[in-house]
């Protein structure tokens, strides 16, 4: 999995939740670090926070769905923001589900299974 989110706190605290379910991740701080994971691995999924002053990431999400190394990765956004102000802009950056930051990380995992489903744990990344 790759976790794309400015604040180094949640995003070690989502990478560490995740890891307890099995699965393998790398955090990004920002889109640019993104697109500097090593080249010859693509993730399962990708986990990126909406509100990041770094950049637009509807449009790191468009620029993710351009690239060949992204283009077929699920993303899930993650973030704070009401559903209503995610999913227009969200369907035009081709980002596949929303999850709701600040909730038990449930919804999150059923999100991650129904996008990327595995034959168990220990395969995913």
């Not at 939740?17 to 993104?34: H, I, K, P, S, W």
């Amino acid at each position: 999995m790759l976790i794309i989110d400015d604040d180094g706190d949640s995003a070690q605290a989502l990478a560490a939740a995740l890891d307890m379910e099995g699965f393998r991740t790398v955090v990004a701080r920002n889109g640019f670090t993104a697109f500097k994971t090593a080249p010859a691995w693509t993730p399962h999924v990708v986990i990126l926070d909406i509100e990041m002053p770094d950049c637009d990431r509807f449009a790191m999400a468009s620029a993710m769905r351009g690239s060949s190394r992204f283009q077929n990765t699920p993303i899930i956004a993650f973030t704070s923001l009401a559903e209503a102000d995610v999913i227009e802009r969200g369907k035009d950056a081709q980002i596949d589900a929303f999850c709701r930051k600040g909730s038990s990380i449930r919804p999150l995992l059923k999100l991650i299974e129904y996008l990327a489903p595995v034959s168990g744990p220990s395969d995913t990344i």
